[in-house]
Structures are given as C-alpha cells and as structure tokens.
C-alpha cells in the first residue's frame, strides 16, 4: 500500500461562486477531505490523533489553479503523505475531473500538544503506520 489515496467528492451548487465555477477557497477544503481520506485509509484517523492529546495544525499551505471546476463536477482528490520522520509533515494534492488536472497544491502540518500548543515529535503511532506502509 502507498502513502497516497484518492477520493471522489461532487462539486455542489454551495461550492460554486458568482461566476459557476468553484470558489478558490473551497481548494483547502477538497484538500483536507483528500488528507483526512488518506489518513483514513492508512488507518489512523485525525480522531486518533486528538484522543492523544495531539493536533496537526497546518502551517503554511499553497494551492495552483489551472483549470476551473464547475457545478455537479466529480473531483478525485488524490493525497500523497511525504514520508518525513520531522515533527513537520507534507501532504501534497491534485484535483482532477475527468482525468484533466484542475489544481495542485500542498499543506505543511506539524504534531503538536493539544494543550500547549507546541511542537512535538512525531508520535509512535504515525511512526509504526510509516513502517508499516513502507516497508
């Protein structure tokens, strides 16, 4: 198993700006559900995360537009996690529809406690899902 997923999501009628097409913004949010997927998917859910006292804010995030998305749309949001052993982790994301790249982009997230609010190493448990997804 790899440390990427894709996921399908309908473009709706709320996603859409003045002008039809999908709303720049909504970009972060097509990549957190592709995010949350993959970590799904590997099996370590963001409320596995939280039940241990962590959180995964993202840092810094950027997004490339290259074609719009419209109304009634299905987008796979494909999410590759970067293997890093840092307390900084990458998840890099493309959308396509129709096998046409709509956007790509990344988010940069760091572990930390839910209670201080500062950075941690990654913990055991994101450890032993990379051993086990790669090898």
């Known amino acids: ?17 003045k002008m039809g097409v999908v709303y720049n913004g909504n970009y972060l949010s097509y990549f957190e559900i592709g ?3 993959l970590m799904r998917h590997l099996g370590l859910a963001y409320t596995q995360v939280e039940e241990n006292g962590l959180i995964l804010p993202v840092i810094d ?10 109304y009634d749309d299905v987008l796979d949001i494909k999410a590759r996690l970067d293997e890093t052993l840092s307390a900084k982790i990458q998840f890099i994301y493309t959308i396509s529809c129709n096998n046409v790249l709509i956007a790509e982009g990344y988010t ?9 609010m500062k950075p941690v190493r990654p913990p055991k448990m994101y450890l032993e899902l990379l051993r086990k997804h790669l090898g």
């Open 1 to 17: 198993m790899s440390l990427e997923f894709t996921t399908h999501r309908r473009v709706i009628y709320a996603d859409t700006d």
């Open 35 to 37: 995010r949350n997927e």
């Open 61 to 70: 995030a950027y997004v490339k537009y290259i074609k719009p998305a419209f």
């Open 108 to 116: 940069n997230h760091v572990f930390a406690n839910a209670e201080t």
